[in-house]
């Protein structure tokens, strides 16, 4: 067994992660609040849109691997954090992206410092799915961009510590839980 298997074992923390914004970017040009905005359905309750048949074909198009550029500051706190704890990477991507999600993580060989990957390849809401996973896994920290989505994470998993990646300098989001916190990047998380 090797010595980074060994400190998994031992470790009292499963960290989880999010996939899109968190290891790979959105498109360059198009303001990542208009993305976020087509993403979600425009009412009060937290739901997630399935794009119909032309705008699954755009976003195909979109999510060719040269469009969504790797983070690299956030993959580097992959290379040191695998070798302390097991981690899980939990992205609420939808079904149709299987193909490009497969290619991306082909040119962009990160696979390999998760102890295994979930997505939401059967296209339930993205918050079920990950409540579902992180509950299934005991996760102890998750780490995302969504914000919305981390308020229902957090009111429905109150032990488990949440952290918002978020690097606006604008953002003044009241964030009405204690267990979840604001970052710019994975390297800026104390706890871990
Ligand atoms: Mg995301």
């Known amino acids: 067994m090797k010595t980074s298997e060994k400190k998994q074992l031992k470790s009292p923390y499963r960290v989880g992660f999010d996939f899109d914004k968190v290891f790979v970017q959105y498109p360059p040009l198009i303001p990542d609040s208009f993305i976020n905005w087509i993403y979600k359905k425009k009412n009060k309750t ?22 969504r550029h790797p983070i690299r500051n956030n993959i580097s706190s992959l290379k040191k954090l695998y070798k302390k704890y097991p981690l899980y990477l939990i992205s609420g991507r939808l079904g149709f992206l299987d193909k490009r999600t497969e290619q991306w993580l082909n040119k962009f060989p990160i696979k390999k410092y998760f102890k295994e990957t979930y997505f939401n390849f059967n296209n339930e809401q993205s918050h079920i799915f990950k409540d579902r996973v992180i509950k299934s896994l005991k996760i102890t920290h998750y780490i995302d961009d969504d914000l919305d989505l981390l308020l229902y994470l957090a009111k429905n998993n109150p032990n488990v510590f949440f952290y918002w990646l978020d690097k606006s300098t604008f953002s003044k989001r009241y964030i009405p839980f204690d267990n979840i916190k604001r970052v710019a990047k994975i390297s800026h998380i104390k706890e871990l």
């Open 46 to 67: 937290l739901a997630y849109r399935m794009p119909g048949t032309i705008e699954q074909k755009v976003r195909i198009f979109s999510h060719y691997p040269i469009f």
